[in-house]
């Protein structure tokens, strides 16, 4: 079992940069992908960013170039810094942890509004 808690969220004007970070704990070692999901409102659930065990990352079309994810091993941190916010960012951001199979964990979510 993993345990995931987001932080960082926040209002910010668009153009504005915040950092989300996402502490797991628990089975870590069992951790093979991380990433972070968003749900606009209104809207479903979508992949913002993606990163592997082994350093690969992966990020949606709207963020690229302006999201960058990042993990800090030594603190079992998965970090999402987004640069030059558009409104069109709002939305609810998720962490989420999978082992490569069946296993996956989520975190509680964080908002991020970005205002005009």
């Known amino acids: 079992q993993v345990q995931l808690v987001e932080s960082g969220g926040g209002l910010v004007q668009a153009g504005g940069s915040l950092r989300l970070s996402c502490a797991a704990s628990?089975?870590?070692?069992?951790?093979?992908?991380f990433g972070w999901y968003r749900q606009p409102p209104g809207k479903q659930r979508e992949l913002v960013a993606t990163?592997?065990?082994?350093?690969?990352?992966n990020y949606a079309d709207a963020v690229k170039g302006r999201f960058t994810i990042s993990r800090v091993s030594a603190k079992n941190t998965v970090d999402l810094q987004m640069n030059s916010l558009k409104p069109e960012d709002t939305a609810v951001y998720y962490c989420?942890?999978?082992?490569?199979?069946?296993?996956?964990?989520w975190g509680q979510g964080t908002q991020v509004t970005v205002s005009t």
């Open positions: 628990g089975s870590t070692f069992a951790i093979k992908t």
């Open positions: 990163l592997s065990s082994g350093g690969h990352t």
């Open positions: 989420k942890v999978s082992n490569g199979l069946a296993y996956a964990a």
